[in-house]
C-alpha cells in the first residue's frame, strides 16, 4: 500500500490551535494546486482496564489504543505503546471487548477533514475533536506518496515535499508549524514494506502528543 507521514500541528508557546488556522492550511493546500476530493474519518479510542481483581493488574496492559481507518473498514487496530505492539484484528472485536468489559473507552478522538490529490500525493488536512463535541483539540495532515511503500526508498522524496509543503505555509505567518514525529517502527516488529499497522502506530504517537500538550497546558494554567 501508499506510504504516509501523519503531521500534527504544533502551536507556537503561548498560543493554541483554532479553527481559523485548520481553514488557513486548508486554503494552502489548495494555493499549491491540491485539488479537493472529498472527506475522510478516522477514529481512535483510548482504553484503560476495568479492574475488579487488582491481583489481575500487571498482568493486564495498562492501556492502549484502538483505532479504525478509512481505508480498512473490515479491521480494527490496536498499539499497545508501552509493550511496542501493534495488532490487526477483524472490527468486530469492539463487540466482544464490550461485552468482556475488561477495558473501557476514556476518550475517543474523532480525526476528519478533506482530502486532496497533489500529483503523486494525497494529502488529508484535518481536524481532531473528542466524540461528542466540537472542541478543537489539533490539527493532523496525513501526506500519502502513492508510488511507493518502501519507508527507505520514499524518506527523501517526503522530507523534500515536506520542506516545500513548510515554506508554502509559511508565507501565511500563522503561529506554530507541522512537525513529523516519526516513530521507530522496528521496535513494533514492523518492515520497511509500509502497512496500515505503520498508520495505526503513527496515530498513537500524535495521540500521546496530543495528551502531552493537554497536561502540560493544564501544569501551566494550575
Known sequence: M???????WQPNPGTTVNSQILAEVSQCVESINGVKEGRWKATLTYYKPILRDQAMSPEMPRDFIGMSLPEQPSKYYFTLRTHRLVIESDVSVQNIMEKLQSYKSRVALIFEGFQYQLGDFQLRVGKVVPSHSENLRGIVMEVEYLPISSLEKSRQI?????????????????????????PNFSEFGLSDHYTSQHTAVQYATVMAQLIASAQAVSAVRN
Request: aromatic residues 12%.
Open 2 to 8: 501508499p506510504l504516509k507521514w501523519v503531521l500534527q
Open 158 to 182: 517526503m522530507e523534500d515535499f515536506i520542506d516545500i509543503w513548510q515554506e508554502a505555509l509559511s508565507k501565511r505567518s500563522l503561529p506554530g508549524h507541522f512537525i513529523h514525529v516519526g
